[in-house]
Nanobody, 120 residues
């Protein structure tokens, strides 16, 4: 079984920083694209950032310039560094990954989420 576990969320003041981590474990052959999504109460879930196996990245306009997504393939981990946090960044953040678990099977996986709250 494959599992994704997020960590690093918490309460931070506006202008502060957080680094979220998401580690994959289990029967993994390889990991393709990974990404971060977030969902605030009453809002649609939105894509925050993605990163391919070879490190190509993309960002939502709302976080571009303030966030950096990276990965450590040796550790099967993806990170999201968020700086100059704003109240509108408050949400549950989820990681997502496409993982090859055998020669013939690739599946998408989701973590359980980590809460980020930006407030004074």
């Amino acid at each position: 079984q494959v599992q994704l576990v997020e960590s690093g969320g918490g309460l931070v003041q506006p202008g502060g920083s957080l680094r979220l981590s998401c580690a994959a474990s289990g029967s993994i052959v390889s990991i393709g694209a990974m990404g971060w999504y977030r969902q605030a109460p009453g809002k649609q879930r939105e894509l925050v950032a993605t990163i391919t196996r070879d490190g190509s990245t993309s960002y939502a306009d709302s976080v571009k310039g303030r966030s950096t997504v990276s990965r450590d393939n040796a550790k099967n981990t993806v990170y999201l560094q968020m700086n100059n946090l704003k109240p509108e960044d408050t949400a549950v953040y989820y990681c997502n990954a496409y993982i090859r678990i055998s020669a013939v099977t690739v599946k998408g996986y989701w973590g359980q989420g980590t809460q980020v709250t930006v407030s004074s």
